[in-house]
């Protein structure tokens, strides 16, 4: 008997999201390099420097006690030791939404995220297909496995300064993501990994048409590299997500976009940053 007969699709489906984000579980402590991240002050930035200089001298590593609460956890809000993925509850249903609305409704297509990290999202996108016994799609993990890319300045200006590439937790090599799956009991041949930077390798990306498209590539280029190579496969009626609203980059990239391509349909809100369209009509070929 299978999950659709038994009727527990919506129980995996439920453990498996509270799984990936750590959410059945306290907090334990967070890597200190996390209070770089968008906690913006230069004091506080300095003062973990000079803490992570200290601490590699001595060979030891510095950890933080997480102070966040159950909102910011849910919402993806804060960086954490464990989670598999860092989107947080409220993306992972969004994402749970639009792939059963696609299965439900014949959007033709693969699944697509460009920017994995740990793996989590993709993993749940597994985790969904197979609930829904769903044979016939795969599901993309697009990445470099190894961080995000210093900024092109010149060809996009808008990631000018940015500082995403110097992060090395945001870097996590494929034997990791490939792991994580295994973990799951989810990596088979329904999973396809595109390792290398976007623009190399989604415009030679193996897909024909995508149902779901997740863009959790933070900065401008990486946004706009995965939105030109792949919007045009975003079957009519599929779903576009953007995990990265809130930052400036990717908020304009997926603003001049749609602008540039008169994407009309509206960009709903999923929480604080994510946000997400369905592609009305013929494709923009
Ligand atoms: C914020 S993390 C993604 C979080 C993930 N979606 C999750 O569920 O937790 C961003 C990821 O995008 C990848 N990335 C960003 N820009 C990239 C690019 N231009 N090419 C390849 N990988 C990129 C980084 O390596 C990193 O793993």
Redesign the pocket.
């Given at each position: 008997m299978n999950l659709i007969q038994s009727g527990q699709v919506e129980a995996y489906l439920h453990l498996l999201k509270r799984t990936l984000a750590f959410a059945l579980w306290d907090d334990p402590l967070l890597p200190v390099e996390s209070a770089k991240y968008r906690s913006a002050s230069w004091l506080k930035r300095s003062f973990v420097k000079i803490l992570e200089m200290v601490s590699n001298l001595g060979g030891f590593t510095l950890a933080i006690r997480a102070i966040a609460s159950e909102t910011d956890i849910d919402e993806g809000k804060v960086w954490r030791a464990y989670p598999d993925?860092?989107?947080g509850l409220r993306r992972l249903e969004n994402i749970q939404s639009c792939v059963e609305t696609a299965l439900a409704e014949n959007i033709p297509g693969d699944l697509i995220?460009?920017?994995?990290?740990?793996g989590?999202?993709c993993i749940f996108m597994r985790g969904i297909l197979l609930a829904h016994g769903e044979t016939g799609r795969k599901v993309y993990v697009?990445?470099?496995?190894?961080?995000?890319?210093p900024p092109d300045e010149e060809k996009h200006p808008a990631d000018k300064g940015d500082q995403?590439h110097t992060l090395d937790f945001?870097?996590?090599d494929l034997e990791t993501v490939k792991n994580n799956f295994r973990r799951y009991g989810l990596l088979d041949d329904q999973v396809v990994f595109l390792k290398?930077?976007?623009?190399d390798t989604l415009p030679i990306a193996p897909i024909d048409a995508l149902a779901v498209l997740r863009l959790?590539?933070?900065?401008y280029?990486?946004t706009m590299?995965a939105l030109t190579a792949l919007y045009p496969k975003l079957s009519p009626g599929g779903f576009c997500i953007v995990?990265?609203y809130a930052l400036e980059g990717c908020r304009c990239a997926v603003d001049d976009f749609r602008k540039d391509h008169h994407i009309t349909s509206p960009l709903q809100t999923i929480d604080w940053t994510g946000r997400f369209w369905r592609k009305e009509g013929a494709s923009i070929h």
């Amino acid at each position: 008997m299978n999950l659709i007969q038994s009727g527990q699709v919506e129980a995996y489906l439920h453990l498996l999201k509270r799984t990936l984000a750590f959410a059945l579980w306290d907090d334990p402590l967070l890597p200190v390099e996390s209070a770089k991240y968008r906690s913006a002050s230069w004091l506080k930035r300095s003062f973990v420097k000079i803490l992570e200089m200290v601490s590699n001298l001595g060979g030891f590593t510095l950890a933080i006690r997480a102070i966040a609460s159950e909102t910011d956890i849910d919402e993806g809000k804060v960086w954490r030791a464990y989670p598999d993925t860092m989107i947080g509850l409220r993306r992972l249903e969004n994402i749970q939404s639009c792939v059963e609305t696609a299965l439900a409704e014949n959007i033709p297509g693969d699944l697509i995220e460009t920017g994995a990290w740990r793996g989590g999202a993709c993993i749940f996108m597994r985790g969904i297909l197979l609930a829904h016994g769903e044979t016939g799609r795969k599901v993309y993990v697009a990445d470099s496995f190894a961080g995000l890319p210093p900024p092109d300045e010149e060809k996009h200006p808008a990631d000018k300064g940015d500082q995403h590439h110097t992060l090395d937790f945001l870097a996590v090599d494929l034997e990791t993501v490939k792991n994580n799956f295994r973990r799951y009991g989810l990596l088979d041949d329904q999973v396809v990994f595109l390792k290398g930077w976007f623009e190399d390798t989604l415009p030679i990306a193996p897909i024909d048409a995508l149902a779901v498209l997740r863009l959790d590539g933070d900065m401008y280029g990486s946004t706009m590299d995965a939105l030109t190579a792949l919007y045009p496969k975003l079957s009519p009626g599929g779903f576009c997500i953007v995990d990265d609203y809130a930052l400036e980059g990717c908020r304009c990239a997926v603003d001049d976009f749609r602008k540039d391509h008169h994407i009309t349909s509206p960009l709903q809100t999923i929480d604080w940053t994510g946000r997400f369209w369905r592609k009305e009509g013929a494709s923009i070929h």
